[in-house]
């Protein structure tokens, strides 16, 4: 069984950075490829990156436009997403997911709770 808990301050303004993480459980973890998802209020949730076990990368080409970097500390079973220049719009509850490796939720399958991210303006 693999538990994931994703954490980050929940508040920042407009141009402000955020780091999320994502502490993960069990050997799957480590072994597999780990995404991050976002829910907007009223909206499907969605793709925002994710990372491979061995490092490889993938975004989101709707919205990240470069501000948003994906990592893993496989010592502390942990991925990270750094949002810089945060956007009102990016506003949602983000969410982070493992077991698999690709852009959809079907390819994954542990989800965290989520945690919500605001952006004010």
């Known amino acids: 069984q693999v538990q994931l808990v994703e954490s980050g301050v929940g508040l920042v303004q407009a141009g402000g950075s955020l780091r999320l993480s994502c502490a993960g459980s069990g050997r799957t973890f480590s072994m597999s490829g780990v995404g991050w998802f976002r829910q907007a209020p009223g909206k499907e949730r969605g793709f925002v990156a994710a990372?491979?076990?061995?490092?490889?990368?993938?975004y989101s080409a709707d919205f990240v436009e470069g501000r948003f970097t994906i990592s893993r500390d496989n010592a502390k079973n942990t991925v990270y997403l750094q949002m810089n220049n945060l956007k009102p719009e990016d506003t949602a509850v983000y969410y982070c997911?493992?077991?698999?490796?690709?852009?959809?939720?079907?390819?994954?399958?542990?989800w965290g709770q989520g945690t919500q991210v605001t952006v004010s303006s």
């Open positions: 997911a493992t077991g698999g490796w690709g852009t959809t939720e079907s390819q994954y399958d542990y």
């Open positions: 990372i491979s076990r061995s490092d490889v990368t993938i």
